[in-house]
């Protein structure tokens, strides 16, 4: 299936510090390209991949789980370890629990973490219905473009196929297990006004992890998808700052760097 316009993946080849962005369950690298590309123009190497299944049609997601998300994104940190000398992994929603997951598992490999409104918890009789309604009902109404901003708008499915929720589910149950592995420094943006994630999956990600330097910055004018919303520019100046602190060698001038 074609990819939809505006979902593609996004790379840009900068300077030795790379960063990866992870986009969120049923959305595109859309939601996240105006992030990726803040993060370029400072000359930073950028990778903004396209999880299997997603940016094409609901159908493709249904036969696509958790393993085939996490083996895209864990594919393309691999290939930024290769030529950076630092690392960041950085995700929206279901993509701060795939930054995790990546943090947790490649430990000193990643300099550090921004997640923006992570899940962690599939919430509410949804959860307990999923191992049995998937077989029933193939979706369920879609959760994109929970924005403020008006005329914003997320690309992503209208629909949310049940068989790969049921995936989600049980990755955030991995990546929850996890959450003590996770050492690095630590930056957490999140909406007070969020329809998709609650407040509580925050809180319990900032319970957990065992990050001694974590920054919690708390975002009033946005929902769900903060980086489409009021608030983006504040996210990409604190991430840019948070990457700059860790990695001193971003913004310097030099042979590699784009722009």
Known sequence: MPVLPGAEPYRHEGGEVGVLLCHGFTGSPQSLRPWAEYLAERGLTVSLPLLPGHGT?????????????????DRALRELLERCAQVFVLGLSMGGALALRLAAKH?????????????????????????????????????????????????????????????????????????????????????????????????????????VDIREVLLEQSYHVATLDHDAERIFEESHAFIGRLAPSVGKKGSTTGG
């Open 57 to 73: 049609r609901w159908q493709d997601m249904q036969v696509t789980g958790w393993q085939d998300w996490y083996a895209e994104v």
């Open 107 to 211: 430990g000193g490999e990643v300099t550090g973490v921004v997640v923006v409104n992570p899940g962690i918890k599939v919430h509410g009789a949804a959860a307990y219905a999923l191992p049995v309604i998937r077989h029933l009902v193939p979706t369920t109404k879609g959760l994109t473009s929970d924005i403020a901003k008006e005329g914003a708008r997320e690309l992503g499915y209208d629909r949310v196929p049940l068989h790969a929720a049921y995936s989600l589910r049980n990755f955030f149950r991995l990546v929850d297990t996890d959450l003590p592995q996770v050492t690095q420094p630590l930056l957490l943006l999140h909406s007070s006004r969020d329809h998709v994630v609650p407040p509580a999956d925050s809180a319990r990600i900032l319970s957990r992890v065992s990050s």
